[in-house]
């Protein structure tokens, strides 16, 4: 049983669409990152949100952290082939634990 | 952020050979782990290698299967030892410098076993 739940799994989009990805769990978590990994590459980390109900942008991407630190979403805004890739969560209960990463949710933008 | 390079790439290996991957971060980290990716799938950690100490193992990972050297704060080694093909995977390597546990991953190892 994942720790954490990403939603949903597989997602294949036109240029141009929005979509969300959501990260969910029942545990409270001190930080989460967000990660994006291309095929043949490690994964990169996109952001990292400590605070309840933070929000960060990047650029056509906006992060959210839930009010009570238990889950966390993921939103692009007309969405390009580039953002193609798998979309990785990832929690830590503490500072200096581990990371807890979620399922995972593999995005395919076709042009 | 930290700059990690891993060795080799790719291999494709023989059912009950052993491989030696390596990993080189370019500042010195205390934390180094290393993850299995299996096709398709999310990262599962393997174990935590510091230096100075026996890596510590999650469950499911034994160390006469996946050996860890950590000889210095720059470089780690991990071996996968009497493949099976169940051993195809990706292998990971990340550190760990940020201050909320951001970590920092290489390129990993896509390891073929016939």
């Known amino acids: 049983t994942q720790l954490l739940e990403q939603s949903p799994q597989f997602l294949s989009i036109q240029e141009g669409e929005n979509l969300t990805v959501y990260c969910n769990s029942s545990?409270?978590?001190?930080?989460l990152q967000w990660y994006r990994q291309e095929p043949g590459e490690g994964p990169v980390l996109l952001v990292t949100v400590v605070t309840g109900g933070e929000v960060k942008k990047l650029k056509r991407l906006t992060f959210q952290f839930g009010d009570a630190r238990k889950d966390s979403s993921l939103h692009i805004t007309a969405a390009q082939p580039g953002d193609t890739g798998l979309y990785l969560c990832?929690?830590?209960?503490?500072?200096?634990?581990?990371?807890?990463f979620g399922g995972g949710t593999r995005l395919m933008v076709k042009p | 952020s930290a700059v990690i390079s891993q060795k080799p790439s790719r291999d494709i290996c023989q059912r009950g050979t052993s491989l030696t991957i390596q990993c080189q971060v370019d500042?010195?980290?205390?934390?180094m782990f290393w993850y299995r990716q299996q096709p398709g799938q999310s990262l599962t950690l393997i174990a935590t290698?510091?230096?100075?100490?026996?890596?510590?193992?999650e469950s499911g990972f034994v160390i006469d299967k996946f050996p860890i050297s950590r000889p210095n704060l720059t470089f780690s080694t991990l071996t996968v030892s009497n493949m099976s093909p169940e051993d195809s995977s990706i292998y990971l390597c990340?550190?760990?410098?940020?201050?909320?546990?951001?970590?920092?991953f290489g390129p990993g190892t896509r390891l073929t076993v016939l």
């Open positions: 990832a929690g830590a209960r503490n500072a200096g634990n581990m990371l807890t």
């Open positions: 545990s409270v978590f001190s930080s």
């Open positions: 290698a510091n230096q100075g100490s026996e890596a510590t193992y």
């Open positions: 990340s550190v760990y410098p940020g201050p909320y546990n951001e970590q920092f």
């Open positions: 500042s010195q980290v205390t934390m």
